[in-house]
């Protein structure tokens, strides 16, 4: 099979797409950041994070964002604007990302989406209506009561189309879209649609094997502890931020969190962290497998491939 058909692939959609928009996903772990720094410097692009995670500040090891030394150059946006206890919803993200790739293409560039949360690039890609609830704290509070389990049952009562689609742990998605049906009494799935999208897209998946990721995250977590991880959790909590907020939710933070407060020793959560992280992986391939749209690669090599079993 000929090396680096990715490239091709990539190079045919530009030449015909009037405002192009390349995204590259992929679970993670996965190799996605390497790969896409690659394809950017090959077709002169600009990255838009897409990682739901990222956009916090203050947590760059656990989330895991690129450094300036994987940048190589290339211009990176959106990343650590939002402080960890702010909601931020994928409206605003949405706005701010079509703003930037509008004046990525005005510079002669290519705008490319590189994270790993499906809904925000869907919400471009395909151009997703989505409920323009604004946040109720009053609703919030009470929702904050429930446990994870207890929020789910009462969606999946309320709205079972949502429920489908959120993890019975993504205590956020699930308070959202809640939130949501109490403000205007109709579920969130039924107000949800796609629009025309206002950009020609090309979504390339990164496809390793499941020994090979699993290897992957065992590693990175062992890494992210060399790499100050607790250090960095200790630092969040001075500055007042605390469990629940938006941004201490990232996988490894709770985790983290337990380990600081003597609920479970070290070696408990390296093992719990790389098991949430695990599966965190196995929900984003399950996502993107479903999606006929993203065209599967090797990231060593480039070669179109089969999507990754997992």
Known sequence: MKKEQIFDKAGEFLKTAKKPFLAVVGPTASGKTSASIKIAKKFNCEVINSDSRQIFKHVDIVSAKITPEEAEGVPHHLFSFVEPDQ??????WREMAEKMAEDILDKGKIPMLCGGTGLYINAITKNFSIPAVAPQAEIREELEKMTNQELWQELNKKDPESAKKIHENNRRYLVRALEIFETSKEAKSAQEGIMSPKFESLILGVSVNREELYERINKRVYDMLENGLMKEVKELLKMGYKKGDPGMISHGIPEALDYL???????????????????????QLTWWRRDER????NPATFEITNSPEI
């Open 87 to 92: 909601v931020f919803t994928v409206v605003e």
């Open 261 to 283: 407060e003597g609920i479970i020793s070290k070696e408990d959560f390296i093992a719990k962290m790389q098991q949430v992280t695990r599966n965190f992986a196995k929900r």
């Open 294 to 297: 993203v065209i599967w690669f």
